[in-house]
């Protein structure tokens, strides 16, 4: 995580996205074109908070090293150094997985 130089604003974060699944339950071997975007992640970086009417910042409820589950078409997908993260909002993350 040390080469990320991503820095997110307000109440964004930074999901590296888990892999696509290879194999169906049945065994079957997906090809790249079949495989659906993965739709949970690792977050890496976590902006400030939200900047609220009050001036002050609210507190996130994601942080660094959560795992998460978000919206399927959430966020933006960016690429660094070969890896795909997702850029997204707090409000996107449907779940953080204990």
Do not use: C, H, W
């Not at 993965?38 to 409820?61: F, H, I």
């Not at 090293?65 to 997908?77: A, L, P, R």
């Not at 690429?79 to 997985?97: F, N, P, Q, W």
């Amino acid at each position: 995580m040390a080469s990320l130089k991503i820095k997110p604003l307000d109440d964004r974060i930074v999901v590296e996205q888990a892999s696509a699944e290879e194999k169906t339950a049945g065994g079957i071997v997906l090809p790249e074109t079949a495989k659906e975007k993965p739709q949970r992640g690792k977050v890496l970086a976590a902006g400030p908070g939200k900047l609220l009417d009050s001036g002050n910042r609210g507190p996130l409820a994601v942080r660094v090293g959560d795992e998460v589950f978000y919206g399927k078409y959430s966020g933006t997908e960016v690429e660094i150094g070969g890896k795909k993260y997702t850029v997204l909002r707090e409000s996107d993350v449907l779940a953080v997985i204990d």
